[in-house]
Nanobody, 119 residues
Framework: VQLVESGGGLVQAGGSLRLSCAAS????????MGWYRQAPGKQRELVTT????????NYADSVKGRFTISRDNAKNTMYLHMNSLKPEDTAVYYC?????WGLGSYDYWGQGTQVTVSS
């Protein structure tokens, strides 16, 4: 599975951005997809996930009510709609795909896209 992110950039606090993640390859094996982020000097953290079957979503408390994850299965593309952005949302955002691998799973990662929110 290959993942290509796009849509990052610089935005003022209170603004909005939309990130995209296009998946290719063995996409039928994807169990779930999600977004993670890593700020300078901090560990990578979960932002949100969405399952392939049923589309169940999960959000970090810090982004609930502001961020929305969605998928276009026909295009094998996942989106992250980010509203009411805050300076603390500044980070490199990574697309993740968890695929079925034998009796377990395996994570694929995109290259990351920078989101910078100015105050």
């Amino acid at each position: 599975v290959q993942l290509v992110e796009s849509g990052g950039g610089l935005v003022q606090a209170g603004g909005s951005l939309r990130l995209s993640c296009a998946a290719s390859g063995n996409t039928f094996s994807i169990l779930s997809m999600g977004w993670y982020r890593q700020a300078p000097g901090k560990q990578r953290e979960l932002v949100t996930t969405i399952t392939s079957k049923g589309g169940s979503t999960n959000y970090a408390d810090s982004v609930k009510g502001r961020f929305t994850i969605s998928r276009d299965n026909a295009k094998n593309t996942m989106y992250l709609h980010m509203n009411s952005l805050k300076p603390e949302d500044t980070a490199v955002y990574y697309c993740n795909a968890r695929v079925l691998w034998g009796l377990g799973s395996y994570d694929y990662w995109g290259q990351g896209t920078q989101v910078t929110v100015s105050s």
